[in-house]
């Protein structure tokens, strides 16, 4: 039977290069796949992995219907056999029911990647949407660590190494960024909660203040 399969995990925890093996496994037996994404670190039209893999893909737009762009696709005699949705966290939950729709009425396995709560420990809609939809819900078996060596549950948005929680919910970046560039990191939730991050852990370190100090 097909499914809707959501596949989840922080950042870091390889969701896209488990996208791309799922493609490759089954293009490499002669399956045909749609792929759609939304704001991939690459560029539009990508899926892309920090491995250094990427492949094309559908941009998604806000207004899309999933379900109608497929049927659009094999009504012109082209193939489908499943569909891969990366970035799902920024899909609206209308466009999760499509999904759904095409799991249900096209048969089409859908396989959806994407993390489930944003910088503030919140629901993504399109998360929330597939946790209350999926047929299956896959936790990735990749653990992300917290730079502490813990493992790595909430996704924490930084500017030059601060933790900040107020802003848009979409602001597109990742672990890997320069200084001064609004970047993300994967904690701990205690480290979440006290809002240290690698950077900030590093600077009370090296503080005078938190250093032993000797009598001699």
């Known amino acids: 039977m097909p499914e809707l399969v959501f596949f989840s995990g922080t950042m870091d925890c390889g969701k896209s290069t488990l996208a791309l093996q799922i493609e490759h496994n089954r293009s490499a037996r002669g399956l045909v796949g749609m792929i759609f994404t939304r704001n991939d670190r690459a560029g539009e039209g990508k899926l892309s992995s920090r491995l250094g893999l990427v492949t094309d893909a559908v941009e998604v737009a806000d207004d899309q219907d999933l379900y109608a762009s497929l049927v659009d696709h094999l009504s012109k005699g082209r193939r489908a056999d499943y569909v891969i949705a990366d970035e799902a966290q920024f899909l609206a939950p209308e466009q999760i029911d499509q999904l759904a729709r095409v799991v249900d009425d096209l048969g089409l396995d859908v396989y959806a990647f994407g993390i489930t709560t944003d910088f503030r420990s919140k629901l993504f809609p399109g998360s929330q949407r597939l946790v209350e939809l999926a047929d299956r819900i896959e936790v990735l078996q990749v653990e992300a660590l917290c730079w502490c060596g813990a493992r790595a549950t909430h996704n924490a948005r930084t ?11 979409v602001v597109v970046g990742d672990v890997n960024h320069a200084a001064g560039e609004i970047g993300y990191e994967v904690l701990c939730r205690r480290h979440h909660r006290r809002r240290m991050t690698a950077a900030t852990a590093r600077a009370a370190a090296l503080s005078p203040d938190v250093l032993p100090v000797s009598s001699g």
């Open 159 to 169: 500017i030059d190494g601060e933790m900040v929680v107020e802003g848009a919910q």
